[in-house]
């Protein structure tokens, strides 16, 4: 719009004062004298009429009787005989408005020829901290309040009122001022109300020419102005067809509407004018004075359709996406992104939905959704990037819910815009990618440490915080998975932040993968499966400055380091399949642990059946060298993945729980491969006692099934029927009678639906239930009372009515409330009968019995130690814990303590691991209670710890004596400064060696609980506890 010129008026402006023109403006702003009572509403309307004319007459007379106010009035004069608005009208309100407005322009005029003449001159470099001179047109706080005043008088009286139906918000919703306002103006006086709105629209305009001005203008008015603008634009008339003297406005003027409300929306901030957008478009009802909602007229169709376009304008501008949802978030009540309701505005996911749908809908101004796609996409990745904490968290929520509902809406264009550009970083180092041949040079940067942090934040922040399982999500991953848990592997050897949410990533997309495909992958980490993409042979992972990690080329190998890198290459092989048990051990609910394991097991029986001989040329004459070294490189990967699996196995029957399986189905599948393992064995002749016991525990479990440990329905029993073809199998080939008799009773009972079980299937399930004994479990566990052990195996029978015959346990008839001299010979004879007796609960409790009495000092028992002693001795060698556990507790090691010693010292040495780690455990509980009685054995201890630490190769055995030393501490306690005063600065030493060398997690658990320990005991000896006491002396 036009703006007013000055040249006219330039020697005035060279005289008049900003003082001047604002205490002209605060002339105009004084307040009636009725102003301050408690009028009715009518009384009101008159009081503000005669305000507003009693201060213009007060204006006047200021401009006519002193002399000092001569050169304002002039150009004041000047600048109204330039505008093109009348003036003059009936109205008051309207009088009022006009001169005020005059007076703004006069102000404007004013403060430019002010800043034009500011010359601030040079800086003194003497004194560099003065501050520099203000501008001669800088508003004070005050001036800056009397402006903002006037401001909102201007457009309560000459925008507002004017305003049509359902534009902008009505003045009565706003004050009760406002509500006076919109009665007292006239609209039937001249001017028209079209033209007072398009005089005051383009004042206004023209008063925001001026910066500091313009900043007080459009911060609190631009809603009013927009609305105002948009009326004038864009507004259809009521009649189609108007004369030109009929026309209130011309096209012209309509054109310079148009063109005056695109040009402030582009210049204002732009959340800003989206958030005023869309309140014209029709946002929530706005409160007023008293707090109660009023319902206002729904915006126009032409004013909605014209605000959703000007949005639509605002997002496919640069940073768009951010105004929009800026706008949005603070004008849901929210202030400044990040300001002090932001934690509430985040948690709304009404909000982020709203936003989400807005952003991922094609607007009509797109070419195509595909255009829309490509312009936009980038920005809603740059939603998770921004610093500050609590806005942060708003945008990254907004650009979680956006990139789910694209993804859901158009799943091929979010592939290729949002994913894509997300997973490039982990794409750009797959083993199937191209690299470069300027980007094979050996220390390369293929990757930097931010590219990898900001991939892994956002894929965390889509697909985990997300969670929703999109088809296109699962499978754009799916990829990139190996390269995913390499890094994993990589951060798992020390400290970084990305390696939980590596973590947290693999198994939500490991849980919510189709079953078959998640084993696949997990075959792909464990290297079994070389066709899943994985990282690239030249690429490795690297560590970087700022604590993560970043992928470069790797370095050539030289001819003398061909051994060192074939150790790297194994020892990492070795941690995959170390980090890989641990990534399982979180997947034991949800099944896919027991389905790998299942699948190892099958693998195993594929190892079994595999004919060694499929390799081997028959003749090597007629052969090549190259046929040769291809036969010999397919024998050593054959080898390689034999081991592997191996090695898998094992890993898994160490670290996962006996919870493994989770339904019948995997149960039903892990016997029916160690079945196929035992006939491809019996194949080929090589049956052998490991396989023997495997077998025997399998059926066991299907009979402890069938028995009633479980309630079984059809749908099961249809599950077991895949067995029986394999029990026949057993039945009819197997050497051993009894295993033969079993398969053919659990044949005959699945095949009758449980109606028929025989006595072999009752006395097998209740010996499998008895010989129960978990993997993994602490050593203090292991030693559960005969009690608990009754009930645990009585207790998965007797909730279902139990086909298995009941096994009566005998057990001594003392019981824990005997006092002393009360063991009859009768019940001492029972005792010592069931020490021997071959079920190992009986056993077990007659030997804690017999303990219980010798710690209670009973004469019968104190008369025959030697023959008690050969009971305790001969149960030490039973291969059961549960027995031998209960064979060392007794108050005898006193007197048998060199012996004792000698023994699990000896035992130490064993070349089975199995009996060597049993006799360190054994001398644990032993040095346990001996306390002071150690002696000078304690040498002897230390060193044979010391070797075991350092020198065995079983993890099961160091373990162990670790252990020792942890339960040599405890025991000890306080006495430990004491009885350990020659060797306790050895096993320190031993222990920080264990704990920062020691590969084993468990081992350096250990170490780091007798740390703990004996940190404990030497502050408690060097700043002892004060006591408080009183020493109290007799005089003589």
Known sequence: MAAVTQAPGSRVLEKCGLEQILEALKLLLSPGEGSGSNSLQSTKHDILLATLKS????????????????????????????????????????????????????????????????????????????????????????????????????????????????????????????????????????????????????????????????????????????????????????????????????????????????????????????????????????????????????????????????????????????????????????????????????????????????????PQQSLSPEDYYRDICPQILDLFHFQDKLAARQFQRVATTTFLTMSREQPQLAAKYLLQPMLAPLHRCLNTAEIPESDKVPGTILVTEEQLSRCIEDIYKVYVVGNEPLPVLVDSLLPVLGVLFSLYCFTKQSVSHIRSLCQEILLWILGRLERNKAVASLKGFAGLDKSVPSLHSLCHFRAAPQGGVMITIKEAVCDEDEDEALYQRVSSEQCRVEHLGGLLSHCQECGLAGDFFIFCLKELTHMAVENETEFKMKSFSNKSLLELEQHQTLLVEGQERKLLVLQLVALLCERMSEQIFTNITQVVDFVAATLQRACASLAHQAESTVESQTLSMSMGLVAVMLGGAIQLKSSDFAVLKQLLPLLEKVSSTYPDPVIQELAADLRITISTHGAFSTETVSVAAQSTLNKKDPEGKREEQQQTSYERYSDVSHGHLEPQQSHVASHEVREPSTTAKQKSGSVTTEELQEALLSAYDPQIPTRAAALRTLSRWIEQREAKILGMQEKLLKVFLENLEHEDTFVYLSAIQGDMVSKYREPLIHTFLRGARDPDSAHRASSLSNLGELCQRLHFMLGSVVHEVTACLIAVVKTDHEVQVRRAAIHVIVLLLRGLSQKATEVLRDVLKDLYHLLKHVVCLEPDDVARLHAQLALEELDEIMRNFLFPPPKLEKKITVLP
């Open 55 to 362: 201060n213009l007459s007060a204006l006047e007379d200021k401009f006519l009787k002193d002399p000092h106010w001569k050169i304002l009035k002039l150009l004041r004069d000047e600048i109204a005989n330039e505008a093109e608005w009348p003036q003059d009208s009936v109205d008051v309100t309207w009088r009022f408005t006009s001169q005020t407005l005059l007076l703004l322009l006069c102000l404007k005029e004013t403060m430019l020829c002010l800043a034009a003449d500011f010359n601030p001159g040079k800086p003194n470099p003497k004194t560099p901290e003065t501050a520099p001179a203000l501008s001669p047109d800088t508003l004070s706080i005050s001036q800056q309040k009397t402006v903002q005043s006037v401001l909102q008088f201007v457009v309560t009286l000459g925008v507002c009122p004017y305003l049509a139906p359902g534009v902008g918000v009505p003045l009565r919703f706003r004050t009760e001022f406002g509500a006076v306002v919109q009665d007292v103006v006239c609209l039937s006086t001249a001017p028209s109300a079209t033209r007072r709105l398009y005089t005051s629209c383009r004042a206004l305009l023209s008063v925001a020419q001026h910066a500091s001005l313009g900043s007080l203008v459009f911060c609190r008015h631009l809603g009013d102005i927009a609305a105002g603008l948009c009326q004038l634009g864009f507004c259809p008339s009521k009649r189609s067809s108007l004369s030109p003297e009929e026309e209130v406005l011309t096209e012209e003027e309509r054109a310079l509407s148009r063109k005056a409300l695109r040009d402030i929306l582009d210049q204002v901030y732009q959340p800003l004018a989206v958030r005023e957008l869309l309140i014209l478009q029709g946002g929530p009802p706005q409160s007023c004075s008293e707090g109660k909602m009023q319902v206002r007229c729904r915006a126009p169709a032409w004013l909605r359709r014209l605000c959703g376009q000007l949005l639509s304008e605002r997002l496919m501008r640069p940073s768009g996406v951010q105004a929009v949802v800026r706008g949005i978030l603070e004008g849901a009540g929210a202030g400044a992104a990040g300001g002090s309701d932001a934690e509430a505005t985040a948690a709304d996911w009404k909000k982020c939905d709203l936003i989400a749908k807005i952003l991922a809908s094609c």
